[in-house]
């Protein structure tokens, strides 16, 4: 069936430089959509989302880009910091199919100070 | 305020028990949506309750459940539990339903069927 996922599943950067984290979708279909950030033992903590018809939305060191062409949703942040050490979960829900939401595997994003 | 309130945080079931586990949204939340995420198919939506209502389901079977009460409070009850069912189980509550109203997640109940 359709699902969401990540291209990388673990990313290594240096504190103070820019990440860049990607997330495929193949739903179509889906009109909103959601990064979330889970530290370890926590759960899950929003980030940003943004809806289909949008291609860019900023927030706080975040942005995120939704490329609808080629279903390519992907989360910029700026100067990155060792609190920025997460995994990172793409999202994408679709009134059009029951409501349901669907995430991505994750992504590992380790800074290195 | 408080936050997403998850009760136990550690559970440990034997194969073909039941379990009732249990959470306690922010004060003025309406909606608790319950999630299950695992290392192999990572956070998946389970159901999501508002107004004590059921108001979504995710492609589970019918050994979950849920309820919400009318303080907002919510279980989720597995029964015949499976090792598969093996996961934290997490709940998030939102001032509203429908997927745009921010959630704001708790810690999770970690289950280990054994």
């Known amino acids: 069936g359709e699902n969401v996922g990540l291209h990388l599943p673990t990313l290594s950067v240096q504190e103070g430089d820019n990440s860049i984290i990607n997330c495929a979708y193949s739903?179509?279909?889906?009109?909103?959509f959601i990064w979330y950030k889970q530290e370890s033992g926590k759960g899950p903590q929003f980030i940003i989302d943004?809806?289909?018809?949008?291609d860019k939305r900023q927030g706080q060191r975040v942005t995120v880009l939704l490329n609808k062409t080629v279903k390519h949703l992907s989360l910029q942040i700026a100067a990155t910091q060792p609190g920025d050490s997460a995994v990172y979960f793409c999202a994408e829900a679709s009134w059009y199919n029951n409501n349901d939401m669907r995430f991505g595997a994750g992504t590992r994003l380790t800074v290195k100070p | 305020k408080a936050g997403v309130t998850q009760t136990p945080r550690y559970l440990i079931k034997t194969r073909g028990q039941q379990v009732t586990l249990s959470c306690s949204p922010i004060?003025?939340?309406?909606?608790v949506s319950w999630y299950q995420q695992t290392p192999g198919q990572g956070l998946q939506f389970l159901f999501e309750y508002f107004s004590e209502t059921q108001r979504n389901k995710g492609n589970f079977p019918g050994r979950f459940s849920g309820r919400q009460f009318s303080n907002s409070r919510s279980e989720m009850n597995v029964s015949t539990l499976e090792l598969g069912d093996s996961a934290l189980y997490l709940c998030?509550?939102?001032?509203?339903?429908?997927?745009?109203?921010?959630?704001?997640f708790g810690q999770g109940t970690r289950l280990t069927v054994v």
């Open positions: 739903n179509s279909a889906s009109d909103y």
């Open positions: 998030a509550s939102s001032l509203a339903t429908g997927w745009e109203s921010e959630a704001f």
């Open positions: 943004i809806r289909s018809n949008m």
């Open positions: 004060s003025g939340h309406r909606s």
